[in-house]
Every structure is written in structure tokens, then in C-alpha cells.
């Protein structure tokens, strides 16, 4: 699974993404119950963010929700914040033994050591090459850093710049706009704790910038985004590279 992969910018090492996987017609039988095994470990190392493809994640409905929801064909992902949750969430997975695949997604300064000590090797590794083609179209390298968390593209870089002005004028907290971006994200691999961070980081910048300019006589334009969000910034809407390690069990 490669969605995962082109996560950029600051606090890539907060930033680890777990993938459950089944193999259709190989081991496809009897996953509620090994998802609930998984769930069991993800949570009991803090997994900060989590979800089920079929049926969203614990930032858009309450937990108790998508647990009721497991099923057979149930796809699980979550977020975790630090190497040594990784460590201590294999040891879990491998300990439970449940027979599908875990994959691990983050930077691989982190993740390989993370697996050695939890006494496993990756059989397969995928890695992110950047991106190619015309990057100056690309929104601003602080917005990428929030919107590459989630490999579908939900999280629109307007959305993550109206949060930032949300927080800069003291309406939200930066905890809060992470929140809300990650409710975007419906598959749960959106770290909001990291998310909090970098917008928070942006609001400061704007804030920094606007102040600069009025002391200094010029005239600055804090970073606003894309011209084709502009619609949505004004209207409401309130709601790095890395690499991939395979574990089969």
C-alpha cells in the first residue's frame, strides 16, 4: 500500500501509520475477530487516531460506534506518535499471531530500528521517489505537510489554510483544527496531534509576518493558499516523503 508514503514536511518522526491486511482468498476468514486483536494493541500503545475503511474513523464517529461496525470485511488503520509505539505495537501483533499482514508506514530511520527491536524483519519495502513534474503548482510546502496525511487527497489545502487563519484569530485552538482535519480523512492514517502542530506553526508564521509588515512600514501577504480555494476560504467549510515496511504474519 503506497497512500501513505508521500507524508512531507516537519515531525515526520511523531508520524507512523499501521495498516491491516487481509489477503483475498488466503486469509480473508474470520477478521472481525482478528481485527479486534489488532484494535486491542493499537490501543494499548495510544494509537492517537484510527479507523475502519468500511466504516469511518474514531475523529468522525464516536468509538464505541466503529467498533460496533467491525465485521469480516473490515480494513483497519491507525495513527501512532512515537518509534517506541511502533516497537510495542508489533510485539503486540506478532504476540496475538492472528495470521494477516501489518504494515508500517514512516520514515525508515525510524521504522527499521522500531522493527529490529520488536524482533522482526520487513519482507517488503516500498519507498517514496517525491514528487515529479510541476511543482510550482503545488500548494505551499507547510500546507503539503498537512494534506499529504492523507492519501486520498479529503483534506483540501483551502481547508487547511482557513484553519490556520481560524487559529491565528483565536477562534480555535491548533488542537482543535487538527481535529478537524483528521474528520476529514474517513480511514483513519490523518495524525491530528501532528496536524495541531503544523497549523498551529502556520497561524504563528501569518501572525509573525502581518506584524512585520505593520512595524516595518511594508506591505506582506500572509500565506493563503491556492486561488482556486479562495472561494471556500471565504464562504465557511469548518468542517515527506517516507516509506513503507511489510510484516506478515
Known amino acids: 500500500m503506497t497512500h501513505t508514503l508521500h507524508r512531507q514536511g516537519e515531525y515526520q518522526n511523531e508520524d ?11 486469509n480473508d476468514t474470520g477478521i472481525a475477530e482478528k481485527a479486534r486483536a489488532f484494535l486491542a494493541a493499537a490501543e494499548a500503545v495510544g494509537c492517537s487516531n484510527w479507523g475502519d475503511v468500511k466504516s469511518g474513523s474514531i ?17 483497519l488503520r491507525g495513527v501512532l506518535n512515537a518509534p517506541e509505539h511502533v516497537t510495542e505495537f508489533l ?8 495470521g494477516l499482514s501489518v504494515v508500517i508506514s514512516g520514515p525508515l530511520d525510524y521504522v527499521l530500528p522500531a522493527c ?20 510550482e503548482l503545488l500548494p505551499k510546502q507547510e500546507t503539503l505537510a498537512v ?21 491565528r484569530a483565536g477562534r480555535i485552538s491548533a488542537e482543535e483544527a487538527g481535529k478537524k482535519l483528521a474528520a476529514l480523512c474517513p480511514c483513519g492514517i490523518f495524525n491530528h496531534v501532528r496536524a495541531g502542530k503544523l497549523v498551529g506553526e502556520m497561524a504563528t508564521a501569518a501572525k509573525a509576518a502581518a506584524r512585520a509588515a505593520r512595524d516595518g512600514g511594508a506591505t506582506a501577504t500572509p500565506p493563503t493558499g491556492c486561488e482556486s480555494c479562495a472561494g471556500f476560504e471565504d ?13 506478515e504474519e
Open 16 to 26: 507512523y501509520v499501521w495498516l491491516m491486511y487481509q489477503a483475498k482468498g488466503i
Open 59 to 75: 475523529l468522525l464517529y464516536p468509538v464505541d460506534y466503529v467498533k460496533s461496525r467491525i465485521s469480516n470485511q473490515s480494513r
Open 91 to 98: 510485539k503486540q501483533v506478532k504476540t496475538a499471531d492472528t
Open 116 to 135: 529490529k527491536a520488536a524482533g522482526l524483519t520487513p519482507h517488503t519495502i516500498n519507498f517514496s521517489l517525491g514528487v515529479w513534474g510541476k511543482k
Open 147 to 167: 494534506t499529504t496525511m492523507c492519501g486520498h487527497h479529503m483534506v483540501a489545502p483551502g481547508i487547511v489554510e482557513k484553519m490556520a487563519r481560524e487559529v
Open 235 to 247: 464562504g465557511g467549510g469548518d468542517s515527506g516523503s517516507g516509506a513503507g515496511a511489510g510484516e
